[in-house]
């Protein structure tokens, strides 16, 4: 079955570092993977998708890349501030039916 | 984007009784979906809900347990049946947006079975 694993549970950085989260999978070869943001209490916030064509999208301080050989996605925060303090999910549409598969999430917390 | 509403946001229920939530969305929708978010863990498909057609279920998820309606464009039911404490969790609706794969959520409905 497909998984799907987050590098770590939690991720502490100081203000105006980069914060750097993979997203590892394996037995499929999904054609987009995509990045949510969650704060406590909220449902998650879409961020940012990327084809398996694409190497790197960005958008604001957010960039994200996908290796489909490495099966692997890194989502990075640069220069960040204690306002990006929550847990970033990743997830697949394995079938490309619009079902999504989560990761488990990291929590960032950014440290003034 | 979809803007999503979800009642109720939270309720304390007795084991055995059963709890509808609804999904409320600002637009028409073709595709939405409901989720699980158990205490400290990720979201869990539980069914795709599309109008005028059943609900699919997803492994380990079943009608009798999690009846869903979905009676037009803007809107859904999840039922909660026969509830324990197993199932005291976050239930989340989403909706497809619509372009490039993305999903709108709702704020979730935090649910305690006692």
């Known amino acids: 079955s497909q998984k799907i694993e987050q590098n770590s549970e939690a991720l502490n950085i100081q203000e105006g570092k980069t914060a750097t989260l993979t997203c590892n999978y394996t037995n499929y070869s999904p054609a987009y993977l995509q990045w949510y943001r969650q704060d406590p209490g909220r449902g998650p916030v879409f961020l940012l998708l990327?084809?398996?064509?694409?190497k790197e999208k960005r958008k604001e301080r957010l960039k994200v890349t996908f290796d489909t050989t490495l099966k692997q996605s890194l989502f990075h925060i640069t220069a960040s501030q204690p306002a990006d303090s929550a847990t970033y999910l990743c997830a697949l549409d394995i079938l490309n039916d619009y079902k999504l598969s989560f990761g488990a999430g990291t929590t960032v917390t950014v440290r003034a | 984007s979809a803007v999503i509403s979800q009642k109720p946001s939270r309720d304390i229920c007795q084991r055995g009784t059963s709890l509808t939530i609804q999904c409320q969305v600002d637009s028409q929708v073709t595709m939405m979906f409901w989720y699980r978010q158990q205490p400290g863990q990720s979201l869990t498909l539980i069914a795709t809900a599309n109008q005028g057609s059943e609900a699919t279920y997803e492994s380990g998820f079943v009608i009798d347990k999690f009846p869903i309606s979905r009676p037009n464009l803007t809107f859904s039911t999840l039922t909660v049946s026969n509830m324990s404490p197993e199932d005291s969790s976050i239930y989340l609706c989403s909706v497809a947006g619509g372009g490039i794969g993305e999903q709108y959520f709702g704020p979730g409905t935090r649910l305690t079975v006692t």
């Open positions: 990327i084809r398996e064509n694409e």
